[in-house]
């Protein structure tokens, strides 16, 4: 083990082979914020349980360890330095005392819920996306039941304080798509948010017909006024979060859960939208790991739409007016994807002429912009956009930093 001395015995040492990884991510869960850049990298490098006793200091590293974690943090887009692993030991001191993971799972199974892990038969394989940032676990209220890959889910946000066109928008293509047999994903908050669930809820026909990510703990259904909302789609479908039960939803995680929405979805469609709306956030998640981001165009007068035409304006977005404008961004993946190919035939079988123009454009080294791949494909940059989209969930397309090559197996 790499540098690793042992100063301790952990509480998760004791345990069986088999929960070991599940109690260390739920303590982990509490000891670090979301998207702490350090610890995902610490946990990377040694792995859950070995990185909970160093964070909680009853294992000592050696110089190797952050060596390592530096350059996860730099291949992730961090900077070359960082101020060490002991100035995150000090910031996660406060907090080893409260850890208490057993009593989170037993909340957990009260509520009827469960945690799940990266590796296990439920865990959504597209959170892989996030690279570094994917979450450490979830902590999922609802009914045991796999949840549906990213071309089957689309995202529907936007404002908290909609207007009467935005919410007829949402609850018409939520309904749409859940007719369709996509399931929805949202926020949870007031707003197009909620406004996308009761559309999925009454619309839906898959198994899991909406999901709502939550920014605080499960345990409680936040906001109070969609408190029978939130726990008719814990019911039907799915209520979960990457911070433990007890967890306040802060603003600051209100942005963290963004990019999980980002992520379960292979099309993100922003409805309305002010000029600086948390949901031109998740937006931007989307775009940054190479999902597709559509927005719906509304009255030049509309403040609730001033984001809409921002991201129209800084060329991020595709303008949709209808379910089947939606449903062709996510490229019909659920059939597209669906089925054993017949022994030799070739991995980019069923794309479309301007997929395959698009394919053949991408180059195989260095990555290239929207912009570029506009000129050399011919194509238009929404046409680009949504492509690129619907080839990187194939497998065919790979991001970096928003440009754009051709995956290794295309």
């Not at 089957?152 to 749409?176: C, E, M």
């Not at 180059?363 to 949504?386: H, I, M, N, Q, Y």
Request: aromatic share 4%; charged share 20%; net charge neutral.
């Amino acid at each position: 083990m790499r540098d690793i001395k042992t100063e301790g015995t952990t509480r998760v040492a004791a345990l069986g082979t088999q929960d070991k990884e599940r109690i260390a991510r739920a303590a982990l869960a509490r000891l670090m914020e979301p998207q702490d850049s350090v610890g995902l990298a610490l946990v990377r490098t040694l792995g859950a349980v070995d990185a909970l006793g160093v964070a909680t200091g009853e294992l000592a590293t050696g110089p190797s360890v952050e060596q390592e974690i530096s350059a996860l943090l730099v291949e992730a887009g961090g900077p070359a330095s960082w101020a060490g692993l002991p100035a995150s030991l000090r910031r996660w001191a406060p907090r080893v005392a409260d850890l208490a993971p057993d009593r989170d799972l037993e909340t957990m199974r009260r509520l009827g819920g469960r945690l799940i892990v990266p590796g296990d038969e439920l865990w959504p394989e597209q959170l892989g996306d996030l690279g570094l940032q994917e979450p450490l676990c979830l902590w999922w209220r609802g009914q045991e039941q796999p949840l549906p890959r990213a071309r089957q889910t689309i995202a529907l946000v936007g404002s908290r304080d909609s207007t009467s066109y935005g919410a007829s928008v949402t609850g018409d293509f939520a309904y749409g798509l859940a007719q369709r047999g996509y399931t929805v994903v949202s926020g949870g908050a007031y707003g197009i948010d909620a406004h996308a669930h009761r559309g999925a809820l009454s619309g839906g026909v898959a198994s899991v017909p909406t999901i709502a990510v939550m920014a605080g703990g499960v345990d409680r259904y936040y906001p109070s006024g969609n408190e029978d909302l939130l726990r008719a789609v814990s019911t039907q479908g799915a209520v979960i979060s990457e911070v433990p039960p007890g967890s306040a939803p802060t603003r600051y995680r209100f942005l963290q859960r963004n990019r999980i929405i980002a992520a379960l979805a292979s099309v993100t469609v922003v409805v309305e939208a002010r000029w600086r709306s948390g949901a031109l956030n998740t937006a931007h998640h989307a775009e940054s790991i190479g999902r597709v981001v559509a927005a719906v165009p509304g009255s030049i007068h509309s403040a609730n739409s001033a984001g809409c035409h921002r991201l129209f304006r800084d060329g991020g977005a595709v303008c949709v007016t209808d379910v089947g404008e939606i449903t062709e961004l996510a490229g019909e993946m659920g059939e597209m994807g669906s089925g054993a190919k017949d022994e030799g035939s070739a991995v980019h079988d069923g794309l479309s002429l301007e997929d395959l123009i698009l394919l053949d454009a991408l180059p195989l080294r260095s990555a290239s912009s929207v912009e570029k791949l506009t000129v050399v494909a011919g194509l238009s940059p929404d046409a680009v956009r949504a492509g690129l989209g619907r080839l990187g969930l194939m497998g065919l397309a790979a991001s970096e930093r928003g440009a754009w090559k051709r995956a290794k197996n295309a």
